[in-house]
Structures are given as C-alpha cells and as structure tokens.
C-alpha cells in the first residue's frame, strides 16, 4: 500500500525514470569501450560488460573521445530521474554544493571522578568506538559533578601521568572503552562534611566541542542509505537527478565527510532525496 502511494505521489509530480538497458560496447564511429564502470558505483572498472560486483546493476561502458580521452556516453545516466520545473517546485527539492569545511562534533561524556584526593582527581568516562575520532590527547574541557554544583572543574586528557589515559581493550557488549582525563584545579569537593567529603565515585558530565581540519563534506541529510552504503543524488542540471554511491568517513553533528565517490562542486539533493529515489526504486521493480 505504501508503494502504490508514492507511486501516485510521483506520477502526480511528473517524475520520469530514465533505464539504461543492452549497452553496447561500441558508440557510434566505431569506438570501443576503454572500460566499464557503474554509475552507482563510480570505483568500479571492469574490462568486459556485465553486472556491476557490487549492487548488480548493469555496467555502463566508457568509451574514448577523438583525442583518446575516457567520455561518459550519452546513455550512462543509468538511474536518473527527471523532474519537470513545476514537480520540482511541488516536492521541494532543494541541494547544496559539496565543498571543503571542518566538520564539527558535540560529544557527550558520562562517568564519574576517582582517585580523588586533595593534590589529584580524574574524571573516569564512558568512550564508544564512534567517539574515538573525535578523541585526542590534549583536548581540554569542563567537567561538572552534580553533587558540587556551584563549582566548574578543567579537565584534560593527558598523554603522560600517573594513570594511562585509556584502557587498552574495549568491552565487547558495550563496544566502549574508559578513558580517563586529569583534573586541573583538584580535588573535587562534594558538601561539607569535613575531612569525609573527598568522595571517589561522584558522578560527572561533560560537553567536548570537536572540530576537524577542512574536508569534503556534504549534509547529513543529503545521505540516503538502502542497506548497501551510503549513496546521494547528483543535480545534474536541467531536472536531472542521478544516484551516486559514496563513501564515508567522520560523521558531524550537521555535515559528513566524504571519502570517496564526489567531487568538491557537485551539487547535492538535501530536501526531496527521499521521494526521488522512491520513485527510482519503485520503477526499478517493475
């Protein structure tokens, strides 16, 4: 039921798939493929024609211009859609260019303070594998301690100290790791309560702001996963909308890095992605 409704949606909007099917290895003027690539998978080349090895759609061959040049042929948009301007209009597609920025990442760190005495203290936190690339000695930040509140304490995570600043092996259930940063203005007091308020085991919070250097970067919402990567939808001008495998690497809070599979330029679709490539899968099944 869901299908047939995006299907009437996209009828209505005056969305047309383009299939590319039989491609030849040989254009027009007798020019024979260099190669075969697949337009969801740009990496991919292959000497001879057949299916793509990694999603199984049919390879697109690339043949050589007069000068010798690899050119796309007129036929490999395989999988792009069209809209006309006013369906454009009517489902909203907005894009964005890819360009080089640094991706920045708010982490939020759970644990607690130990060896907490009145010259040293450390706050022990939780760090998931996802976090580890936004991780690095040196980082300085806040800590907060709910049972001191009217006090802000500086901690760091240090290469060089009385405690190794990470534990080595991960938990496998939980997939994390306990790295451990230096508190810079120790000890950390909870109440008063005299020589008995050095408490190990209090429980802290902390906000890292993490920033990489300059990347590739698209916004997250440009990305569309079917279960078999990351992909996005190219705006190749004029209403045409073409599928891209990409890959990749650091996720931010707003924007991705991209490794691989786009060029700094390109534009993306951000807004209207989603009912694009329903449509591009369900004339796919038919």
């Known amino acids: 039921m869901i299908l ?13 798939w383009i299939p590319t099917r039989h491609l030849s290895a040989v254009a027009p003027g007798g020019r024979k493929a260099l190669y075969y690539t697949c337009a969801m998978h740009p990496w991919v080349r292959e000497t001879k024609p057949g299916p793509c090895p990694v999603c199984g759609m049919e390879l697109t061959p690339i043949y050589a211009n007069e000068n010798g040049v690899a050119e796309t042929n007129s036929d490999s948009n395989s999988g792009t ?16 260019m890819a360009a080089s920025r640094p991706l920045r990442r708010v982490l939020h760190l759970s644990g607690e303070i130990v060896g907490n005495t009145s010259r040293t203290a450390w706050f022990e936190f939780t760090a998931y594998e996802r976090d580890l690339q936004w991780l690095k000695v040196g980082q300085s930040f806040n800590v907060v ?17 009385t405690k190794t600043f990470a534990d080595a092996n991960f938990d496998m259930m ?10 810079l203005n ?41 279960g078999v990567g990351a992909m996005i939808y190219v705006d190749k001008g004029n209403g045409h ?27 993306v679709v951000t807004t209207g992605n989603v009912l694009i490539d329903s449509e591009a899968q369900l004339t796919a099944g038919e």
């Open 4 to 16: 047939f409704v995006l299907g009437v949606i996209a009828i209505s909007a005056g969305i047309v």
């Open 241 to 267: 909308y073409a599928p891209r495998a990409i890959l990749l690497g650091r996720i931010g809070d707003d924007y991705s890095e991209v490794t691989a599979g786009l060029k700094e330029g390109e534009r």
């Open 186 to 226: 120790p000890p950390v007091e909870a109440g008063d309560l005299g020589a008995h308020k050095l408490f190990n085991g209090l429980h802290a919070e902390a906000h890292v702001v993490a920033e990489t250097e300059n990347v590739l970067a698209v916004p997250r919402s440009a990305i569309i996963s079917r």
């Open 81 to 96: 859609v069209t809209l006309e301007p006013g369906s454009i209009s009517t489902i909203n597609v907005q894009t964005e």
């Open 145 to 161: 301690v709910s049972s001191a509140p009217d006090k802000i304490y500086h901690a760091q995570i240090k290469l060089h100290g």
């Open 174 to 183: 939980s997939g994390s790791t306990t790295v451990r940063a230096e508190i």
